[in-house]
């Protein structure tokens, strides 16, 4: 849902034993990978009162995603206030809010926070209201917005501001593909609705072979109209050469490092989209001055993997090197993690940007900005709406996703092209948002523990759902709400590291093992410790 519109010495995964906990909690064998910066000393084994403590948070985050939910169509609101117990939803969901509801049901029941039979009843009663709503049938894809109590396609914008043009996001379907990929597997019960539903879903619709002309491979579209939009240039067409043409959208995902790579690996799995294309987006753009509008100059090297031509750019932040995001926030480098096991998978590549994206934020609150917190990812705004947030120098936006209600921007420059206009800022009040710290739980739980016990028990961003989305250290405003995606990523990030690797382990079967694993595995990014 973005706009984006060295040695290595680090990370070789070892297993820790599933440990039977008072909450029904065991922790998986990713959760105690040795880091030599000393993020994870000699591994990670939880407490009682770390699983008792979890498992309450996750009793809690799950009562706000119930909140959220009709209880007649089993669609989640996007987000609900402060009250739990009389929920004020705010009348429209999306295909992203619908998968999480349903990955987070997954982890309620294995968890032990609902029955087995409970679980399947909402299942069912969610994909049932998704095999009737309308959608985009030649794709199998579903429109951005519905109106989460009648499940009709909304046409006017969420804010109920102006017309709108049913939009077809390519993220959004990788998302709601996603949870019906892990459902399938996890529940035999609704195997064969959710089978259905994901049969109809044709990711080529979004790939398009010219998107780079001469490269070998194209890239992702961000989606389509089935009809021309009357304020917005379109493309008109059709990649996969079924049905009516499409409108699409003129933005391509055009970054590797992005949340968007969910659809991509999908595709792949399914055989819709050629693995090339995973090669074909931009690890940093390229270190020329025709390039210098980005946040700082990369360093890297040119390889070849299946035929195309990658750099291998990476950004240097106190002592590392990373592959960027396009805002340096933990959702869109750690939200594909929690379905695909990157890091095991990618040892040299994800696995070593993974865990140095974790110590970046955590040095970044700690010791840069001194907020005393970390843990920076999009979310709501303290003061009101819904802003970006994330370590800017990690991410390549020149305008910055900040850590702070100032919007403080760092601006380095792009040496030998442009100077810089604040490399050593100033940071003011900095936003946390909770999400982002149980993203990270899967290479610092020890540290993410600890953060997420003090922004509930010292800043107090806590209520009857669990961790409101957003809280600044300084002034103490506290974005009181919950939105389902954040929620649901909590839930996803529970279900890893203290359920055995629920949510991948039910996802990384079958084509997505045999096409993606050996595709993310030939690759070796710049990545690592300078």
Known sequence: ??????????????????????????????????????????????????????????????????????????????????????????????????????????????????????????????????????????????????????????????????????????????????????????????????????????????????????????????????????DEATDKGNHAGTGPDVYYRKFHYDTCNTEARIAPYIGIARGQVPPQQYFATYRTFPDTCDWSWVEQKPVGVHRTYLGIDVFEGSYSYRGMRLVPSWGGDMFESLMPDLFVPESSWAPRSWGINHPLTVRAHIEHGMDEAKYGYWGFSPASNPKGGYSVYGVDAIGMDPGGYPSDLEATNFDAGFDGCREGTNPNPTYGDGVVTPHAAFLAMQYAPRQALDNLSRIESTLHAYGGGGFFDSVAVKSGLIARRYLSLDQAMVMGAIGNVFAGDLIRRNFAVGDVVRRVRPLIAMEQFTAGLD
Do not use: C
């Open 1 to 230: 849902m973005t706009a984006n519109i060295s040695r290595r010495t680090l990370l070789a995964a070892t297993g820790t034993a599933a440990l039977a906990g008072s909450a029904g909690l065991t922790t998986s064998s990713y959760a105690g990978t040795p880091d030599p910066a000393a993020l994870l000393r000699g591994g990670w084994r939880p407490s009682r009162q770390d699983r008792a403590l979890v498992g309450r948070w996750a009793r809690d985050t799950w009562r706000s995603l119930v909140a959220m939910t009709d209880e007649k169509t089993g669609l989640p609101a996007d987000n609900i206030g402060e009250s739990v117990t009389n929920p004020v939803r705010s009348g429209y969901t999306s295909p992203t809010n619908i998968g999480g509801y349903l990955w987070s049901t997954i982890v309620a029941r294995e968890l032990g926070i609902i029955s087995p039979a409970e679980s399947i009843r909402r299942l069912r009663q969610t994909l049932t209201t998704m095999s009737r709503v309308d959608h985009h049938e030649p794709s199998g894809m579903y429109f951005n917005w519905y109106d989460e109590s009648t499940g009709e396609v909304l046409r006017v914008d969420p804010d109920g501001t102006k017309a709108i043009t049913p939009f077809v996001s390519s993220v959004d379907n990788g998302w709601f593909a996603a949870a019906l990929m892990v459902v399938r597997t996890a529940e035999p019960a609704v195997r064969r609705l959710a089978g259905q539903l994901l049969a109809k879903m044709n990711f080529a619709y979004y790939y398009n072979p010219n998107a780079r002309p001469g490269l070998g491979a194209g890239l992702m579209r961000g989606g389509f109209f089935e009809t021309p939009p009357p």
